[in-house]
Structures are given as structure tokens and as C-alpha cells.
């Protein structure tokens, strides 16, 4: 059997004096999306950045496909798994074609440039999240909508197995947050590829998730599936205010009483 795409193996994080989680385990098999929630500070974004090697666990260990970050080196584990950061700075001028461009440099030797496939890579990229025409637009005059769109094209054009997204739907409005879970909803089935990312909205994990991992801000993680999690009571806890959880055609909601 294989490796899953990404492993947890008594996993302990924190902030300071602040535990993000303790002891935890978990992996992700091709095609799973697994949606991590919780209140701002509780530490999302922080064991985030560990999942993706960034950041070193103070116990445990992150496996991607069987290796560890240490084993795999940095331009391999930029190979197997993609991030989306929250923030996005851009200290220099570039065009956003060059700047979607900058996901194929894992894939490219010390000294090669980018090929006319990589350009198609790009391109095909920036059509999927609704930027082609941009090409040649300054990134420093881009919305922060677009900005989003464009850092998920990087993404894309990176093309891993494993992607890992911190609030991916930052700064879009409605019409782009669906379009954008849809698109990693597609990217699970029909490519195989797995996907962690933050998300603040619960009906919206519930519908686009497998699996949901509650952070809870005081070492506490519950993970199960997004029916077991994501309950009126369970959301009520980890947010701190009662929720009413609604039913419409087949999707759950969870609105504040």
C-alpha cells in the first residue's frame, strides 16, 4: 500500500507558552481534503506551517510520502507539496506571468530557464482561476482578490500531489470562493491530489471537506469526519457561541443564535 501523501506522528506544537496541539496524529490519502478550523490565535496558520516543513515541531514528525523534510530536502519536498501562505509581498515589480511562473522553479535545474510547456503550465493555470488576459499586468497593481487568484495559479502551476492552503479564500468574494473550492474539489477527484487548507466557514468545509481537524487553542484537536465534527455542539465549543446548525437542499449550514 502506499504512503499516505502526508503523515503526523505525535505531533506536539506551540507558541510560546500558547499549545497549538499535543500528541497529534493523522494522515491524508490521495483525493482527501481535510479542512482545519478553529478561533483566531488558536494556532491554524502555526501548525500549518509545520505540515509544510517551515516550521519545526517541538515533538513528532511530518512525513510526505513515507520521508521527512530532512530526508527529502527542499526543492524534493517543493515537489511534493504546495503552500499557500496568508500573506502575500511582492518587493518587486513582475508581470503575473512571471510571477505564476515562479511554481515550475522545483522542477527546474540550477541553471535552466522555463520552457514554452511551462509557459502552457502557467497560462493554463491563471485561465483556471480567471486571470488569463493579465499576463502582462504589473502584480503590485492587482486587487487583493487577484492577488489571491494569482498565488493559487502559482500553485497550480507548481502542480503537486499535496496541497496545503491557509485561508484560501481570503479577499474573493462569493462568486471566486466557490470557484476556487470547486477547483481543488476537482483537483482531489480527478487528479488524486490531496488538500489541507484553513477555513473559517463550517458549511463550507462541510460540503467541499472529508475530514475536519478542530484546533481548539489549548492543546486540545478533535479530528473526524465533517458529519461527526461539524455539529451544533461541537462548532458551539470551539468557537465560543451558540450555533444553530440548517439544512438546505442537501448542504448543512451552521448560523450564530
Given at each position: 500500500?502506499?504512503?499516505?501523501l502526508i503523515s503526523a506522528q505525535a505531533l506536539q506544537?506551540?507558541?510560546?507558552?500558547?499549545?497549538?496541539?499535543?500528541?497529534?496524529?493523522?494522515?491524508?490519502?490521495?483525493?482527501?481534503?481535510?479542512?482545519?478550523?478553529?478561533?483566531?490565535?488558536a494556532g491554524k496558520s502555526t501548525l500549518l506551517s509545520?505540515?509544510?516543513?517551515?516550521?519545526?515541531?517541538?515533538?513528532?514528525?511530518?512525513?510526505?510520502?513515507?520521508?521527512?523534510?530532512?530526508?527529502?530536502?527542499?526543492?524534493?519536498?517543493?515537489?511534493?507539496?504546495?503552500?499557500l501562505p496568508q500573506r502575500h509581498g511582492d518587493a518587486?515589480?513582475?508581470?503575473?506571468?512571471?510571477?505564476?511562473?515562479?511554481?515550475?522553479?522545483?522542477?527546474?535545474?540550477?541553471?535552466?530557464?522555463?520552457?514554452?510547456?511551462?509557459?502552457?503550465?502557467?497560462?493554463?493555470?491563471?485561465?483556471?482561476?480567471?486571470?488569463?488576459?493579465?499576463?502582462?499586468?504589473?502584480?503590485?497593481?492587482?486587487?487583493?482578490?487577484?492577488?489571491?487568484?494569482?498565488?493559487?495559479?502559482?500553485?497550480?502551476?507548481?502542480?503537486?500531489?499535496?496541497?496545503?492552503?491557509?485561508?484560501?479564500?481570503?479577499?474573493?468574494?462569493?462568486?471566486?470562493?466557490?470557484?476556487?473550492?470547486?477547483?481543488?474539489?476537482?483537483?482531489?477527484?480527478?487528479?488524486?491530489?490531496?488538500?489541507?487548507?484553513?477555513?473559517?466557514?463550517?458549511?463550507?468545509?462541510?460540503?467541499?471537506?472529508?475530514?475536519?481537524?478542530?484546533?481548539?487553542?489549548?492543546?486540545?484537536?478533535?479530528?473526524?469526519?465533517?458529519?461527526?465534527?461539524?455539529?451544533?455542539?461541537?462548532?458551539?465549543?470551539?468557537?465560543?457561541?451558540?450555533?444553530?446548525?440548517?439544512?438546505?437542499?442537501?448542504?448543512?449550514?451552521?448560523?450564530?443564535?
Open positions: 500500500m502506499n504512503a499516505p506544537v506551540s507558541i510560546g507558552e500558547h499549545a497549538v496541539c499535543t500528541d497529534l496524529d493523522f494522515s491524508l490519502q490521495v483525493g482527501e481534503r481535510l479542512a482545519i478550523l478553529g478561533r483566531n490565535g509545520v505540515l509544510a516543513g517551515l516550521r519545526t515541531a517541538d515533538v513528532g514528525e511530518v512525513r510526505l510520502s513515507g520521508q521527512n523534510y530532512a530526508e527529502l530536502g527542499p526543492r524534493e519536498a517543493a515537489k511534493r507539496r504546495g503552500w518587486f515589480a513582475s508581470s503575473v506571468l512571471e510571477t505564476a511562473l515562479t511554481g515550475r522553479h522545483p522542477h527546474l535545474g540550477r541553471w535552466d530557464w522555463e520552457t514554452n510547456r511551462d509557459t502552457e503550465i502557467a497560462r493554463g493555470a491563471l485561465k483556471a482561476v480567471g486571470l488569463a488576459g493579465l499576463e502582462d499586468r504589473d502584480v503590485q497593481t492587482l486587487s487583493g482578490g487577484e492577488r489571491q487568484r494569482l498565488a493559487i495559479a502559482t500553485l497550480l502551476t507548481q502542480g503537486p500531489p499535496l496541497y496545503l492552503l491557509d485561508e484560501p479564500l481570503a479577499h474573493l468574494d462569493l462568486n471566486h470562493q466557490i470557484a476556487v473550492l470547486d477547483l481543488f474539489a476537482g483537483a482531489a477527484k480527478d487528479c488524486g491530489a490531496g488538500v489541507i487548507m484553513v477555513l473559517h466557514e463550517p458549511g463550507l468545509a462541510d460540503r467541499y471537506c472529508d475530514r475536519a481537524l478542530l484546533i481548539h487553542g489549548d492543546g486540545r484537536t478533535e479530528l473526524g469526519s465533517c458529519r461527526e465534527m461539524l455539529t451544533a455542539p461541537c462548532l458551539t465549543e470551539l468557537y465560543g457561541h451558540p450555533l444553530k446548525e440548517v439544512e438546505s437542499d442537501g448542504h448543512r449550514w451552521f448560523i450564530p443564535c
